[in-house]
């Protein structure tokens, strides 16, 4: 919930450049540079094993670039200071794909967590935050369960409810809509719209939900395999509407495809 | 009169215009810093009407929120009038949200009484017997069935097992028994001595390893080293939903799974209790020879004086005994597992704890039995 005025909006709040990574001595991705504005939605979209959740995890600090360098509105993960390592993973959100609550502790308790370790609220206030929290991703009154006795989408909503606890300035989604249905996958959707129009915030969200896409995308890179790195960069509408490469087009238009066995028929996806 | 707190980054400036105090707020709230409290700006004064403004305020998060829900918390029950009228509408919303989440938080009681845990165990108990007993049960007819039709059987599954639960284990099992040896040795030399029969040090060696501590000791540690195993292997199984996929494939995992791995135990494990008595009796005869000067050749005599076939007849038995039990306990809480990496860890811990309880059970039968029998 920063305010949105983190310096001249020059900055950018995530800048990457010719960041190469992969694991194992395994080059996933090579020399990729891209820059997130303030505020913006900004999705990294792709195929299977394109090294989307590769480059989340460099972004996230979880893994190291093997070269190239990342910032965040200018300050970069000092490789020997924990304590500006620490200051810095304060201001990120990050939601997993699988939320990843921590199983032994309640929802309530889940979200507390990062705000009893890094703030100096006082216990009452740290719940009157957590219940907020969770109210505004609609799971008022599931307080004291545990993440074994919700649903999927519900686990979801928790995790971003965690994510969102320090009032991040970046917030990072893997798979957001991943195995959610429609219906869940949308509200969800609006929901980051919403937390981006409240508090400004920066998303970066790894996703190949083409109805998300679409929907809340301000900018998407597309990266792919073979490439090792961005094959396309810019407004989702627009690179459907004039990219010509093939991949992309094959991506972004799966929807406009004719069902298999249905003769001629387009379903207009968007 | 004003509170400036101008040490802090957050600021607060209150001041009383009649009974009106307006309340303004600056600098830069977060959650991480020292923030002033609304109970500090307001001290002794009782306002009719609050009203807050902040204007000033460079940035913000949720601990700004914190500080006016506490003043309208305190407006609303002393009777004041909180004017958030001059808020931003961004904040105003917030404090909406902040206030209807309030209200709709009740913590839930998970505290149960006395009577309910009682009946909650016992019921958890009676069940378990249950699930055990039907799983023995569903065992001897899968086994029934594979009599009948042995191609059906997993034969390859069963030599892999019996590689890793029988010849893997034998480093580990050496050890144990020849260290169980030396150290059964020791403690009977120390009685011995005292009457000058160390020589029976032979004796008590040869029959306590080949009727007790051979299988027992294996039995031990298979239940940790394989018992365990299969309650991981099947308990991350179920939960990666693979049980489920036999099922719906009409292949029961009692066949497919459970029974290569009981006849692996089964087999394996009378091969390495006679392994432990050897190895045991090689410890004891090490000691009784560095100790108590006792040559081999005289340990052996001695010993052959004692222990008879049925001696190494009734240590066998028991061996497949145990190796059954450390395979069923396995298998079962592999089986009922929760579906989780938790429920995986818990499998575990509960097969090798099963195995060994039941292992000290049936070797207190067995005594019994053996003792009526007469072997």
Not at chain 1, 28 to 38: E, T, W
Not at chain 1, 157 to 177: H, Q, V
Request: a negative charge; glycine letters at 10%.
């Amino acid at each position: 919930m920063i305010d949105p005025t983190p310096g001249p909006a020059t900055v950018p709040a995530i800048e990457a450049s010719r960041l190469t990574c992969g694991y194992d001595g395994t080059v996933v991705l090579k020399d990729v540079s891209f820059a997130v504005r303030p505020g913006e939605i900004f999705f990294v979209i792709g195929g299977s094993g394109c090294g989307k959740s590769t480059l989340l995890r460099n972004l996230i600090g979880i893994e190291t670039p093997m070269t190239g360098v990342v910032k965040y509105f200018d300050r970069v993960f000092a490789e020997n200071d924990a304590a500006a390592r620490r200051a810095l993973l304060q201001t990120f959100g990050v939601l997993y794909q699988s939320g990843a609550l921590w199983s032994s502790l309640t929802l309530r308790q889940n979200v507390a967590l990062p705000l009893e370790e890094y703030t100096r609220l006082t216990p009452g206030e740290i719940q009157e935050l957590v219940a907020l929290k969770l109210s505004q991703v609609g799971l008022s009154g599931f307080e004291d369960y545990y993440p074994s006795e919700i649903s999927g989408g519900m686990k979801k909503r928790a995790g971003l409810a965690r994510a969102l606890a320090l009032d991040p300035a970046i917030l990072f989604l893997d798979e957001p809509s991943a195995g959610l249905d429609p219906i869940t996958s949308r509200r969800l959707d609006e929901l980051i719209l919403e937390i981006r129009g409240m508090f400004g915030t920066t998303i970066v969200v790894v996703s190949h939900e083409l109805a998300s896409i679409f929907s809340i995308a301000d900018r998407v890179i597309m990266l792919e395999r073979a490439a090792q790195g961005i094959i396309a960069e810019g407004k989702p509408r627009e690179l459907a509407a004039d990219s010509r490469d093939p991949r992309v087009i094959e991506f972004l238009h799966r929807g406009d495809l004719p069902a298999p066995g249905v003769a001629g028929g387009a379903a207009s996806g968007q | 009169m004003a509170v400036l707190s101008e040490t802090l980054p957050a600021r607060v400036a209150a001041e009383m215009a009649g009974d009106v105090l307006e309340v303004s707020l600056g600098g830069v709230w977060q959650a991480a810093e020292v923030r002033p409290s609304w109970g500090e700006v307001l001290g002794t004064r009782r306002p009719a009407r609050v009203r807050f403004r902040v204007d000033e305020v460079e940035k913000w998060d949720s601990s700004l929120l914190l500080f006016l829900f506490a003043a309208q918390q305190w407006c609303q029950a002393n009777g004041a009038h909180a004017d958030v009228g001059a808020l931003p509408e961004k904040i105003r919303l917030l404090l909406t949200q902040l206030a209807a989440s309030h209200e709709t938080c009740v913590p839930f009681d998970r505290t149960e009484n006395f009577l309910i845990t009682v009946g909650l165990a016992t019921r958890d108990l009676v069940s378990k017997g249950t699930a055990m007993s039907s799983f023995v049960g569903e065992c001897v007819l899968s086994a029934a069935r594979v009599v009948k039709n042995p191609r059906k059987f997993r034969w390859r599954d069963c030599i892999v097992e019996m590689q890793q639960c029988g010849a893997m284990a034998l480093p580990i099992v050496s050890l144990i028994s020849f260290l169980v040896g030396v150290t059964l040795a020791y403690t009977g030399a120390l009685v011995l001595r005292q009457y000058g029969g160390d020589i029976y040090v032979a004796d008590l060696i040869g029959l306590a390893m080949v009727r007790e501590m051979g299988a027992m000791m294996t039995g031990v540690v298979l239940a940790g080293r394989t018992g365990a195993a299969f309650a991981a292997q099947l308990g991350n199984m179920k939960a990666n939903e693979e049980i489920d996929a036999l099922e719906t494939l009409g292949i029961p995992a009692v066949t497919f799974l459970v029974l290569p791995r009981l006849l692996a135990l089964g087999v394996m494990m009378p091969l390495l209790a006679l392994y432990a008595n050897a190895l045991g009796i090689l410890g004891g005869m090490a000691v009784a020879r560095g100790v108590l000067s006792i040559s081999p050749t005289a340990f052996w005599v001695e010993m052959l004086t004692i222990v008879s076939l049925g001696d190494v007849a009734a240590g066998v038995i028991k061996a497949v005994t145990f190796g059954l039990i450390v395979g069923v306990a396995g298998c079962l809480r592999g089986l009922q597992a929760d579906r989780s990496a938790a429920g995986v860890g818990r499998a575990a811990t509960s097969a090798v704890v099963t195995a060994i309880l039941f292992i000290i059970v049936a070797d207190a039968i067995f005594a019994v039995l053996f003792n009526i029998v007469g072997l």
